[in-house]
């Protein structure tokens, strides 16, 4: 029992002499990764230039960086940043650290970051599976956003004025007559894609209502149309109109 006790007493005296033999990580001294430039996708995946990016308590006086053990540089003096590119090593599952030194020589181990190093075909290849799939939603709705509410007034007709249906009414920037918002038309966030059917002009057509909608009606009356709004024309009278005046106004 007696040689238990010596045992263990020379165990804690050694070390407090020797603070930095004994290494554990501490939530004062961590590490993060910044993209400097290059790819940093999903799953920790990444290809080019990086900063490793080290912070801990005002005692902290040195910084050593490692990849898988390898150690890659250290710095004495704030700030603590590190920059590395990813083709200087091989591709492939990689672990960064950093160990940090005290004014009193404490040596604190770093959280590990796991990222996966890209060749720059893979980042590329990755690139691709990102963006791709984001343009042919972009084209589609572009391409929608023309063409549908030209087909919309393939049936179109004559409404009294005054009823707009369920998407209510709008003025036309261009010409301040009234004319009814077609459900269907796609929303650009601040109103329907839409064209006016009396001056053809194509525009963001915010819904008004009550003052706006009845000074309007006013002006479309005096126009000479007798009561009757219209609604739209013909799909093919619309994609002509559209090719000859592409104008968008808001």
Request: net charge negative.
């Amino acid at each position: 029992m007696k040689q238990k006790t010596i045992l263990v007493s020379i165990i804690l005296i050694f070390l407090l002499l020797f603070p930095s033999i004994a290494l554990a990580q501490d939530s004062d001294f961590s590490i993060r990764l910044s993209r400097d430039n290059g790819y940093g996708g999903f799953n920790g995946e990444i290809q080019g230039t990086f900063s490793i990016r080290a912070s801990g308590p005002d005692s902290l006086v040195e910084v050593q960086f490692y990849i898988d053990d390898q150690l890659i540089g250290n710095l004495d003096s704030k700030p603590f940043n590190l920059q590395f590119h990813t083709r200087n090593f091989g591709p492939g599952v990689h672990t960064i650290y950093a160990i940090g030194v005290l004014a009193d020589g404490t040596e604190l181990l770093s959280n590990d970051k796991v990222n996966t190093f890209l060749s720059g075909e893979d980042a590329m290849a990755s690139t691709l599976k990102l963006i791709v799939p984001i343009l042919l939603v972009v084209g589609l709705f572009a391409v929608g956003g023309a063409v549908v509410p030209a087909l919309l007034g393939k049936k179109g007709g004559a409404k009294p004025i005054g009823e707009y249906g369920i998407a209510g009414g709008s003025v036309c920037t261009k010409c301040s007559l009234p004319f009814s918002r077609n459900v269907l038309s796609p929303n650009m966030v601040a109103g329907k894609l839409s064209r006016c059917p009396h001056c053809g002009k194509w525009q963001i057509a915010r819904r008004a209502f009550g003052e706006a909608l009845t000074e309007a009606e006013g002006r479309l009356r005096a126009d000479s149309k007798e009561g009757q709004m219209e609604t739209a024309t013909s799909a093919d009278e619309r994609l002509n109109e559209m090719l000859d005046d592409s104008q968008f106004e808001d």
